[in-house]
């Protein structure tokens, strides 16, 4: 699945009628999520930037993810990619953030074979308002990358298109 335009087109709509920004904290898509999102229309009328933390050390350092629970999990759960949709928020002074880990790859020591996963968050003003896991068996890590970041995308442009009607 590729990302749609139609849907970073919707988010960037709702951004700036609402006049709110948005910043990103990526492990498992490696920064697929910006390059998305920079693909906007004056992308920079809403998109105040992002990170990729790949190791537990970074996510704690910049993400204020808790250690003791990212070692127990690999960094990989709801509660992680929580931690990073709010924090992102905070480093880059935005409204929303979305925080996502997870496994683009099979990763044995951890009996991650066959069905990979990632927790993807999305805090608004500081409280998480849309989490989700998503699983899937393909193969090769840009295509794994691709999927993620798509769902992602369009999860959260419906989630967007719902708070209108609010």
């Known amino acids: 699945m590729m990302h749609k335009l139609a849907d970073i087109s919707d988010i960037r ?17 490696a920064g697929q999520l ?79 074979e066959g069905t990979l996963f990632a927790f993807y968050a999305v805090a608004y003003n500081g409280a998480v308002v849309l989490e989700k896991k998503m699983e899937t068996t393909k193969e090769g890590v840009y295509p794994v990358q691709r999927y993620y970041a798509a769902q992602v995308l369009e999860d959260f442009s419906n989630y967007l298109s719902t708070r209108r009607r609010d």
């Open 13 to 29: 709509h709702y951004m700036v009628a609402h006049e709110e920004t948005l910043a990103v904290a990526e492990s498992v898509t």
């Open 34 to 112: 910006q390059a998305a999102i920079s693909l906007a229309d004056q992308a920079t009328l809403f998109f105040q930037g992002g990170l990729t933390a790949y190791n537990i050390g970074q996510k704690a350092r910049l993400l204020q993810v808790e250690p003791i629970h990212a070692l127990a999990c690999n960094s990989v759960s709801d509660r992680v990619a929580a931690q990073m949709a709010r924090h992102v928020s905070t480093l880059f002074s935005s409204d929303w953030g979305i925080g996502i880990t997870g496994y683009a790859a099979p990763f044995p020591e951890c009996g991650v």
